[in-house]
């Protein structure tokens, strides 16, 4: 919200040595964000005019047209004498009256003035248009044209008001009051203690029979609207200088008279308003739900199909304009350019001010990416009192400005409603902030905001209609304690209780995550939104619980409106991103929370603000949320290990994202199974199932392996993509949170390799269970060192799987036979149990 200085002080009687910093401060001590102070005209330099064009002469035999022309600047130039001026803007004829900057003269940008040939004449000066001054966009990027009663010689730098200073506020979702110059305005006053000026107190006629005719199908998302015409407006009438250049300094652009005022009135009061031609509108003027499928062309030339859920006002041919939004192409206001063009100007116009839904109107802007300054306020919420004023004030200056007649007939409907109040404790400011107010200061406080407060111990508070992000006895807290001054609490550090330090949760995220880090994967934090079609992109079955999502009722963009229930979606997407910028060679990691409905919907409780949680009212809060386990995840693609004079390398494979899940699994000192599995994404050839064993049960923790083609092509991820995810929780419940030291032998190890043929479809991990199984307590590693598949040594359809097996006994060392004898057996218990047999 731009928020001219020049302006403000109609309002508010600040001190004349005010400077706009001065403000800003000011105003950043009372919550506001204000971002800049923007100095209008500060290295413009007079003498800046007023000129008459009294003569244009056309210079031929250049390349673009050049114009030689005399300006009568009255006694601005000292002599009286007309001014001679090259020009080459084309918007300008003999008589008119145009700004003229003379030699000695600066203009913004340090652009110095002075006499100068060129094209053969000399030109004393510069016609200026808006782009030259730092006017900002009026329309026409041309000579400005001044009306004709515009004084000659007269200061253009006042007339034109191009020196002020301009508050940029970044305003927050819950203070749409500070979206108008209205509500900058009170809290301007509340900050230097001085009274306000309301704009909107307004005498306004109450409603009759005779205004125009409106029907409200929807009170729910209409709860007020306020209908007034006004007709023989003057299509000659242009917005005033004034009006055009404070439309200018808030970033609008003007558009004609009865566009400029309804802009204007908006900017004031915070009420977006709409002007109908009244000849255009057939019917009564009706606010209703949109029927599927219905069409609108908006004022910007887009034609819009409508959703069901759209809020739109209508006539008897159906939808003149998204409520709150935007208005139809069909009623638009034509001013007397439209006019000149062999059209007809608006003389009679309905003037619309209205109170929307923020929901509906936040939902319409989104559907139709259509967001305007209307929908900008409505979503943060509009004073549903001031639309009656807005209205009015609208009447005023379309009257006072285009010579127009008020008709006397007012329409107003609105919904029937009870103000909102709060009861609080009047010491409760006291003990949010930990500082003692007092109950005057609280009152005091909560009146100079527009509350109206009772009571003495137990305060009823009143909201006012232009602060509905009032809600609890927390947001009046805030109220007092901001406008008391955030920099006046004291700075007191917790006293945590002796012992505390990190969870055993965090230590294993820690872990886990140097783990990864240490094995060459680089941390991609990812948002946690998803659109449920990612699910059908990773083929997962229509009946997967990884499907069921936690909606949000206010998502940042409506194609991710869910909480994602995996880590991969957005690993994939960052992967894919960074492999489409060059970097091919890729292991990415992230641990983070995934999200599953709870079966039972509950409502949390508010907690309290005076003490710390109780342990129920922690439990209480958990059960409300949705189930929240912590995942871990890693995607790789391209080489794993680079070529260089050291070797050949290798293309990253399923082993690796295999491998990962047992680096993670032996941070969690945790025993974690492999065996081959199929699921969604994975290649059903290449994919691992992970597993856990929990009081005798094998419980499934998350899958590993290489990625579908198909998967792969959706989404447009590289060739042979691998991915593993696990449940980081469910491994830190079986795991092992306490470090054991290794034991140290003194006795010596004895190995032993065997090499195992067996079907080529048996799964090594089984192998290795039978041949640790079977080798006892002496066995104190086995590890797999090659796998060899020759069809004519080994038969058709199997492979032979060898194993480096090494033996150690505590308490002694182990003879030759001993080790072989152990060896046997778990060669014994292989054969037994896959059919493994020695290969020879």
């Known amino acids: 919200m731009r928020v001219p200085l020049s302006w403000l002080r109609e309002y508010v009687d600040l001190p004349a040595t005010e400077t706009g910093r001065d403000v800003q401060a000011k105003l950043i001590s009372a919550g506001l964000e204000v971002e800049t102070v923007e100095h209008l005209g500060a290295d413009l330099k007079g003498p800046l005019v007023v000129g008459q064009v009294l003569t244009i002469e056309e210079l031929e035999g250049f390349k673009k047209p050049i114009r030689f022309c005399t300006v009568n600047v009255g006694q601005a130039n000292g002599t009286g004498e007309p001014q001679e001026i090259v020009c080459g803007a084309r918007n300008f004829a003999v008589g008119d009256k145009v700004v003229v900057v003379l030699p000695g003269a600066t203009l913004p940008g340090g652009f110095s003035i002075s006499a100068r040939k060129t094209y053969g004449k000399t030109s004393h000066g510069m016609i200026c248009s808006s782009d030259e001054l730092g006017m900002g966009d009026d329309g026409t990027h041309g000579i400005i044209v001044l009306p004709p009663e515009t004084e000659v010689g007269k200061d253009a730098i006042e007339l034109l008001e191009l020196v002020d200073e301009v508050l940029d506020i970044a305003v927050t979702a819950n ?26 107190l307004l005498d306004v006629p109450g409603p009759n029979a005779y205004g125009y005719p409106v029907k409200i199908a929807d009170p729910t998302g209409c709860d007020r609207f306020t209908a007034r015409t006004v007709t023989g407006l003057s299509a000659e009438a242009p917005s005033p200088i004034w009006l055009q250049r404070r439309l200018q300094k808030v970033g609008m652009r003007p558009i004609s008279l009865a566009v400029d005022v309804t802009n204007y009135v908006m900017m004031e009061l915070g009420q977006p308003l709409h002007a109908y031609d009244r000849s255009l509108v057939q019917g009564t003027i009706g606010v209703r739900r949109a029927q ?19 809020l739109v006002i209508t006539d008897d041919r159906g939808p003149i304009g998204l409520a709150g939004v935007m208005g139809g192409a069909n009623t638009e206001i034509a001013d007397h350019d439209a006019a000149a063009n062999g059209g007809n100007a608006t003389s009679d116009v309905v003037i619309e001010a209205a109170h929307f839904d923020q929901v509906s109107i936040a939902r319409t802007a989104r559907r139709h990416k259509l967001s305007s300054e209307a929908s900008r306020r409505f979503e943060r919420g509009v004073d549903p009192q001031a639309a009656a004023a807005a209205a009015q004030r609208t009447v005023d200056l379309l009257v006072l400005l285009a010579g127009g007649t008020a008709e006397a007939g007012v329409t107003e409907i609105s919904a029937p409603s009870a103000p909102h109040t709060i009861s609080v404790p009047a010491d409760h400011p006291d003990k949010v902030a930990g500082v003692e107010y007092g109950r005057e200061t609280v009152v005091r406080r909560l009146q100079e905001v527009g509350c109206d407060v009772y009571g003495q111990d137990e305060l009823i508070v009143t909201v006012p209609s232009w602060r509905p992000d009032l809600d609890d006895i927390n947001d009046l807290a805030e109220e007092v304690i901001r406008l008391e001054g955030y920099e006046n609490l004291p700075s007191t550090l917790p006293r945590p209780p002796a012992g505390r330090g990190l969870t055993s949760r965090q230590r294993l995220h820690r872990r886990v995550g140097r783990a990864l880090a240490g094995a060459g994967y680089v941390e991609a934090l990812n948002y946690p939104f998803v659109g449920e079609q990612v699910f059908d992109q990773l083929g997962l079955d229509a009946d997967d619980p990884a499907r069921r999502v936690v909606r949000l009722v206010n998502p940042l963009s409506d194609e991710e409106p869910a909480l994602r229930t995996s880590l991969l979606p957005g690993l994939l997407a960052a992967l894919r991103r960074n492999d489409g910028r060059g ?18 919907q509950r409502v ?42 050291w070797g050949k390398g290798r293309p990253a494979d399923w082993a690796d994202a295999v491998e990962s899940a047992r680096t993670i699994a032996r941070e969690a000192r945790a025993e974690l199974g492999v065996r081959k599995g199929q699921y969604g994404p994975w290649h059903p050839g290449r994919c691992a199932e992970l597993f856990v064993t929990v009081v005798g049960e094998e419980r499934v923790v998350g899958h590993a392996g290489e990625l579908h083609p198909r998967v792969l092509k959706t989404l447009g991820l590289p060739a042979r993509t691998c991915a593993m995810e696990l449940d980081l929780d469910a491994l830190e419940r079986v795991g092992d949170d306490i470090p054991q030291a290794p034991g140290i032998s003194t006795f010596p190890v004895a190995t032993q390799d065997v090499a195992l043929v067996v079907d080529a479809f048996v ?4 192998v290795e269970a039978a041949l640790r199984e079977g080798a006892g307590e002496l066995l104190e590693s086995i590890r797999l060192f090659d796998v060899y598949d020759n069809a004519e040594q080994l038969g058709e359809g199997r492979k032979s799987l060898a194993y480096a097996l090494r033996f150690r006994a505590k308490d002694r060392t182990l003879t030759v036979d001993e080790a072989s004898a152990a060896r046997d057996a778990a060669v014994a218990l292989a054969g037994e149990r896959v059919g493994a047999v020695l290969r020879s």
């Open 175 to 200: 203070r749409g009051d500070c979206l108008s110059i209205r509500g900058v305005a009170r809290e301007t006053a509340i900050a230097y203690g001085l009274p306000l000026r309301d704009p909107a």
């Open 292 to 310: 599927e499928g219905e069409k609108i062309v908006t004022l910007d030339g887009t034609e819009r199909k409508l959703h069901a859920e759209d």
């Open 583 to 600: 970097a091919h060679d890729l292991a990415l990691f992230e641990t983070g929370l995934v999200f599953h409905p709870r079966d039972e």
């Open 604 to 645: 949390a409780a508010d907690l309290p603000v005076d003490r710390r949680p109780s342990e129920d009212d922690l439990a209480a809060l958990s059960a409300a949320l949705p189930d929240q386990p912590r995942h871990v995840a890693v995607v790789l693609a391209g080489a794993r290990e680079q070529a260089g004079w």
């Open 763 to 766: 799964p090594a991990s089984e």
